[in-house]
């Protein structure tokens, strides 16, 4: 489903939503959990573009239900996986996960498959990636989870849920005081679109967005 700006929702993948951008640069952001390659693949076909186009696919966060087919997609595609440096030792398989985000991926493993750990990804910082797209660093609901804006669009990961635009659920999240902050960032630049990992691509209104601003304020 085209979003906006380029911007596409890829229909039907399990977990969360995996995000096609089209333009100059082609790139996926997440991609959902395992076993979801062959459907966003077909996807990306049935658009009338070829895999070969992918530049990237950039993880928001290290949850099991964004980077589960990250693996097969880099290696179908051939393209790079990028994600910040502190996600990167989590989604390598080199660090275990806190609290119940460890069992997760066994969890979803007798639906889904088993989720494949990189073995090479290049590290995203602060700043800009694919020419226009800003990368910022919004930690809170896992150490080093990004945003990306342009153009006040916002693809943003579990830092907010879609349709009433609110934070991702305290439970699943390591630190709640950096979270708002990060939500405050986020919030204060001109926002047209809020593409979230869950919840429907919505409109960022201003009733929406000042409801979302005094539930952090309380």
């Known amino acids: 489903m085209l979003v906006t700006d380029g911007i596409h929702l890829i229909d039907g993948v399990k977990g969360a ?3 096609l951008v089209t333009g ?3 790139f996926l ?16 076909n049935n658009i009338g573009l070829d895999p070969a186009v992918l530049e990237g696919i950039i993880l928001t966060h290290y949850d099991v239900d964004h980077v589960g087919s990250a693996v097969k997609l880099q290696n179908l595609a051939h393209c790079p996986i990028y994600a910040h440096r502190l996600e990167i030792p989590y989604i390598m398989g ?3 996960r806190p609290g119940i985000k460890r069992w997760l991926p ?4 007798p639906l889904y498959g088993a989720l494949i750990p990189a073995k090479e990804i290049k590290p995203l910082e602060e700043g800009k990636v ?5 990368v910022i660093p919004t930690p809170g609901h896992t150490p080093g989870h990004i945003v990306l804006y342009r153009n006040g669009v916002a693809i943003v990961g579990d830092l907010f849920q879609g349709g009433e635009i609110r934070l991702a659920p305290n439970y699943f999240s390591w630190d709640l005081e950096i979270l708002r ?6 919030i204060e630049r001109p926002l047209r679109w809020i593409l979230p990992g869950h919840g429907p691509a919505t ?11 005094k539930s952090m304020n309380g």
């Open 17 to 19: 939503h995996v995000y």
């Open 181 to 186: 902050k990060s939500a405050q960032i986020v």
């Open 106 to 109: 066994l969890l979803t493993r």
């Open 94 to 96: 080199q660090q275990k």
């Open 29 to 44: 952001v997440d991609s959902g959990l395992p076993g979801q390659e062959d459907r966003i693949l077909k996807y990306i």
């Open 203 to 213: 409109p960022a209104s201003n009733h929406w967005l000042d409801k979302l601003q």
């Open 130 to 134: 694919f020419e226009d797209w800003e």
């Open 24 to 26: 100059s640069h082609s």
